[in-house]
């Protein structure tokens, strides 16, 4: 049974950057797409991005410029960066597997994604 | 504000059937995925695709769309039940992801 685990520092200052690392056991990362999401303090969820094993990236336009999402199959892991953090960036952040399948509608064929399994999730707090 | 839109609270009594719905126009050609929160943690995966449950999840739990809407129906509501509901589909513009602001679901 795949199960993810975040890790990374509880604490950030603010300007710094923010880094977590989803490791991903019983299963590998050398397929599927990763994805991360948080969610602030008494908040809704926000998707953050989402990665293909192989290197292409999708992200949320509000946090492109500061994000990096990699993966490292080596390792069975993949990774969040977010550059110049504020005290807005205070969530907890999952990581998730994401599934992809499609479906015909009206002649043209689409891809639906879904994250069917979840890390418990990592407090992040920006504060000098 | 979410490019998909959601009731902040709705209740439903014991055993009743409850329908959540989330609205944008990105669900007239995307589905929307659906997941339960309950406070401390992480979300569930409940419904995905025109109405898949993965496994685990009770066949209480349905999903359907109709033009710009997506609906998530709890027929016969459990009190385990009670929870956040999160509706995720594609953005506007169908190239990124966006959640729902999310449903806190009462059973009284």
């Known amino acids: 049974q795949v199960q993810l685990q975040e890790s990374g520092p509880g604490l950030v200052k603010p300007s710094e950057t923010l880094s977590l690392t989803c490791t991903v056991s019983?299963?590998?990362?050398?397929?599927?797409?990763w994805s991360w999401i948080r969610q602030p303090p008494g908040k809704g969820l926000e998707w953050i991005g989402y990665?293909?094993?192989?290197?292409?990236?999708n992200y949320n336009p509000s946090l492109k410029s500061r994000l990096t999402i990699s993966v490292d199959t080596s390792k069975n892991q993949f990774s969040l960066k977010l550059k110049s953090v504020t005290a807005a960036d205070t969530a907890v952040y999952y990581c998730?597997?994401?599934?992809?399948?499609?479906?015909?509608?009206?002649?043209?064929?689409?891809?639906?994604?879904?994250?069917?399994?979840w890390g418990k999730g990592t407090t992040v707090t920006v504060s000098s | 504000s979410s490019e998909l839109t959601q009731d902040p609270a709705v209740s439903v009594a014991l055993g009743q059937t409850v329908t959540i719905t989330c609205q944008g126009d990105?669900?007239?050609?995307?589905?929307a995925t659906w997941y339960q929160q309950k406070p401390g943690q992480a979300p569930v995966l409940v419904i995905y695709?025109?109405?898949n449950r993965p496994s685990g999840i009770p066949d209480r739990f349905s999903g359907s769309s109709s033009g710009n809407t997506a609906s998530l129906t709890i027929t016969g509501a459990q009190a385990e039940d009670e929870a956040d509901y999160y509706c995720?589909?594609?953005?506007?513009?169908?190239?990124?992801?966006?959640f729902g602001g999310g449903t806190q679901l009462t059973v009284l």
């Open positions: 995720n589909s594609r953005d506007s513009s169908g190239n990124h992801w966006v």
């Open positions: 019983g299963g590998s990362t050398s397929s599927y797409y």
């Open positions: 990105s669900l007239r050609t995307y589905y």
């Open positions: 998730a597997r994401v599934r992809r399948d499609g479906y015909n509608l009206a002649g043209s064929y689409y891809y639906y994604y879904y994250m069917d399994v």
């Open positions: 695709g025109k109405n």
């Open positions: 990665m293909y094993y192989s290197g292409s990236t």
